[in-house]
Structures are given as structure tokens and as C-alpha cells.
């Protein structure tokens, strides 16, 4: 148990519709990374939280935004959603000291499936 | 975009074998990660070696790092079945004002019992 949550861990909905994914880290961890995970473009690193701000952007689409919150929890919400937006969404924490990237620790994802 | 690419993207052994798997990368790194990931699992992370290092070991686990070739590899010794598993290379650069992790596609091991 890596000690971070995700929920929910499936859900299915359609084409055009919005979803929140929602992710609580690891006890005292700072940072807060979402990935998304298809079999055809691998893990692509979406965004970063550190302490309630943005702190890097990735393949992110406009369609997508995400926050942190005071308690750390991190929120992704995707919307206008396309067949191609199915993939496992992986949340992970980190402490987050300066000078890089350190061991991030993931939850067990939340599969989206767009019909 | 990929960073990290791993070869090869699928690796069978038998139980008791090693198994190295490669990265390559493009560009400098501040370190590199390897994780594993049981089918439709989380990621779990292994080893961390920083630039400045050129091999790390845990356990079974043995990761070199080359920077002048831009790569790593990640040996697992005496492989056991529950090795089988994806595993990822991941590596750390600056992108922009900002560091970023970046992961390769992955190396499929199967270890056959």
C-alpha cells in the first residue's frame, strides 16, 4: 500500500460528459503528479502540485484542469470527454524537496472509460 | 513526449535467469528511476540513481548509469515468477524553470516458472 488514494477506481460515462478524479497523498508528501496511461502513448506526465500551487504542466489538454487544496488532496477534472480520453489516471505524491524529481509514490489509478 | 525509451520492449526468461533491461535517453538528466508495474497496477518504485552516480544496487536489483551514453540499465538477478512485471524507466530534467519525470514505454518481463 503505497499510501495514496484514488477514487473511484473504474468508471465508465459518455462521450461529451465531465469527470472529476479525486486523489489524496501520502501523509506529508507536498506534491501531488497526475498521469494519464494508454497503451498507445505510454505514461504521459499530465501536471504537478506543490502545496496548493501549479508547479509543472505536461501534455495537459485545455479540456482538462486539475487543483490542490489546502488539505493537499488534488482534484482532476476532465471534461467535453472524446472515446480517446479512456485510459488509467494515475495519481502520485511526493515530498517534494527542491533540486529535482524524488521517489514518487502512486496510487492505484482510476480507469476511465468513454463509451 | 518520450524520454526514455527501454529496450527490449518485451523480455521472456526462465526463473532463476537474469534479466537486463536497457533505457536510452536525449537529454541531460538531474537522475533516473526505475519503477515496475504489476498488469493494471500502480507503479512501484525501485531504484533512484543521480546523475553523478554510475551504479546503484538493492536486493537483487543492479542499475548502471552512462551519461556519456545518455543511458541505464536495470539488471534483476536469479529472477523469480513474481518478477514478472512492466518496468519503466523514468528520467528527471529541467523543463523550463521546473523539473520533470518523464517515463519510457516500458519493458514487459515475464519470468516462466
Known amino acids: 500500500d503505497s499510501g495514496v488514494t484514488q477514487t473511484p477506481k473504474h468508471l465508465i460515462t459518455a462521450t461529451g460528459q465531465r469527470v472529476t478524479l479525486r486523489c489524496s497523498p501520502r501523509?506529508?508528501?507536498?506534491?501531488v503528479y497526475w498521469y494519464q496511461q494508454s497503451l498507445d502513448q505510454g505514461l504521459q506526465f499530465l501536471i504537478q502540485?506543490?502545496?496548493?500551487?501549479?508547479?509543472a504542466k505536461g501534455n495537459i489538454l485545455e479540456r482538462f484542469s486539475a487543483q490542490q487544496f489546502p488539505d493537499l488532496h488534488s482534484e482532476l477534472n476532465l471534461s467535453s470527454l472524446e472515446l480517446g480520453d479512456s485510459a488509467l489516471y494515475f495519481c502520485?505524491?511526493?515530498?517534494?524537496?527542491?533540486?529535482?524529481?524524488?521517489?514518487?509514490?502512486f496510487g492505484e489509478g482510476s480507469r476511465l472509460t468513454v463509451l | 513526449s518520450q524520454q526514455g525509451e527501454e529496450d527490449p520492449q518485451a523480455l521472456s526468461i526462465q526463473e532463476g535467469e537474469n534479466a537486463t533491461m536497457n533505457c536510452s535517453y536525449k537529454?541531460?538528466?538531474?537522475?533516473l528511476q526505475w519503477y515496475r508495474q504489476n498488469s493494471g497496477r500502480g507503479l512501484v518504485h525501485l531504484i533512484l540513481?543521480?546523475?553523478?552516480?554510475r551504479e546503484k544496487h538493492s536486493g537483487r536489483l543492479r542499475v548502471t548509469l552512462d551519461t556519456s551514453k545518455k543511458s541505464s540499465s536495470l539488471l534483476i538477478t536469479a529472477s523469480r515468477a513474481a518478477d514478472t512485471a512492466s518496468y519503466f524507466c523514468?528520467?528527471?530534467?529541467?523543463?523550463?524553470?521546473?523539473?520533470?519525470?518523464?517515463f519510457g514505454k516500458g519493458t514487459l518481463l515475464t519470468v516462466n516458472p
Open positions: 540513481i543521480r546523475s553523478n552516480e
Open positions: 537529454t541531460s538528466i538531474n537522475n
Open positions: 502520485a505524491s511526493s515530498q517534494g524537496v527542491a533540486g529535482g524529481t524524488g521517489e514518487l509514490f
Open positions: 501523509s506529508g508528501d507536498l506534491s
Open positions: 523514468a528520467t528527471d530534467a529541467i523543463s523550463g524553470s521546473n523539473y520533470k519525470l518523464t
Open positions: 502540485y506543490y502545496n496548493g500551487e501549479e508547479r
